[in-house]
């Protein structure tokens, strides 16, 4: 007999795992499965889920990338990785990245599971408890403040300067704005600032990721769906653009949309109302818009990709975020800034040694400013001391520079990461030099002495054969 209202969504991709978890626990929960991360994000839009677990490893959408979709959307969800692996650096990387509240080890134990199912259940009982005393617009105000500080933006003083003054200009009016930059760059904290400068700011800031849901399941989100629009729509349904009303909707990933989907964007922008899927009642909306993307959306116009109408209606205001080994002096406040954000909750007031802010600032950071923050969380977590030293800071093999080089599994120290890159980038000056050390030194800007001594140090007398 099942004794508890929310029910469990298990997602794996092998059959006979999803078979043994109905076996072992239906009729104690009301379960649910799914095969993949879009189905599991599916099911997850038509009714509320109490606990997620989620495999880690699933081709497609990970378990992790799963979670982290679900933590924006469903906050009230508890959240569990399950793994094959019980390696702690793994898992804990999986935590962090996922944003769950724990995880089991495959093959499970029935009573562990069972337990750390009733557990989340009970947790998501109280969270859902509590947003229902409170009002849809106090809801997303208390999200972002307590996410995010926007009056003062780390940065804002030295990297960020430009885009920062250029948003708080923009900010008063209600034009759409268009944020570009590489991921990880933080186009979301600039979107934040615009509506916490704007008129809006006493009402909803609501964000969708539109790259992280199939078509249809962004077109319900968005406009919302009438009770009986498809299978499983069992009551009325209000979208992220009524949600949104009198405040701001950040559109993230706007470059990903569908043809069919930038079509009914460019109608509500047009015409500032929406139907609900299954309706036929236009309803009005005052929202401001800003999208964001990492692509480039002129490209994708001229390709015939994107539609160039979209294009100009979300680009009136073009803010462009820098990565961040273009403003590299961001780098140390940004270590500051995390310090403090992570050290108080791992009882950890680390300091920096300050030979380490040389190696962070060389670093060409692929994942910017949301791979600095992990790395830093890592080297809290790794730290023999209360110092962080150049050995507590280490790479993930996925997040390793650029050049598809064999690493250990463990990933790199940051130190040997540093010197790996140098030493690519002097044999690639190198070869364009067709080996002349002078041209190769005055390329790379350094004297020819420092690259005699950088390739003596590797052991490299001449322009090595590779």
Sequence with gaps: MTTHALPVLFVDDEVHNLELFRLQFEGTFALRTASGGEQALAVMAREAIGVLLADEHMPGMTGVDLLSHAVSRWPDTVRVIVSAYSDPPRLLRAINRGHAHEYIVKPWDKAELMACMERGLAIAA??????????????????????????????????????????????????????????????????????????????????????????????????????????????????????????????????????????????????????????????????????????????????????????????????????????????????????????????????????????????????????????????????QGPELTIEDFTFD??????GGASLPPGGLSLHDDLKEEERRRILSALDRCQGNQSQAAKLLGMPRRTLVERLRGYGMTRRPKE
């Excluded at 093999?397 to 650029?402: K, P, Q, S």
């Design 126 to 383: 109280r969270r859902r408890a509590l947003l229902a005393r409170a009002e849809i617009t106090e809801l997303y105000e208390r999200d972002a403040s307590e996410q995010y500080d926007t009056a003062h933006i780390v940065g804002e003083d030295t990297g960020l300067r430009d885009v920062v003054a250029l948003a708080r200009r923009a900010a008063p009016s209600d034009a759409t704005l268009l944020i570009t930059g590489e991921t990880g760059t933080g186009k979301e904290l600039i979107a934040r600032l615009v509506h916490d400068a704007s008129p809006r700011r006493l009402h909803p800031f609501v964000r969708v990721n539109c790259a992280a849901l199939a078509e249809g399941v962004l077109e319900s989100e968005l406009f919302g769906h009438e009770q009986g629009a498809f299978t499983g729509a069992h009551r009325q349904r209000k979208g992220r653009f009524e949600l949104a009303h009198s405040g701001t909707l950040f559109l993230d990933e706007i470059g990903e949309v569908s043809a069919r989907m930038q079509a009914m964007l460019l109608r509500v922008l047009q015409e500032k109302e929406i139907e609900r899927v299954g309706g036929s009642l236009p309803i009005r909306v005052d929202v401001r818009v800003v999208a964001a993307t990492h692509r480039d959306l002129r490209r994708l116009v001229r390709d015939n990709q994107f539609r160039e109408d979209l294009y100009y209606r979300l680009n009136v205001v073009p803010l462009h975020v820098p990565a961040l080994r273009e403003r590299r002096a961001d780098v140390r406040p940004l270590v500051q800034h995390f310090l403090a954000k992570h050290g108080p909750r791992m009882g950890n007031l680390a300091h920096v040694d300050p030979e380490v802010f040389e190696y962070l600032e060389a670093y060409h950071w692929r994942g910017n400013v949301r791979e600095l923050e992990n790395v830093v969380q890592r080297a809290l977590i790794l730290a």
């Design 397 to 402: 093999l996925d997040d390793a520079v650029a």
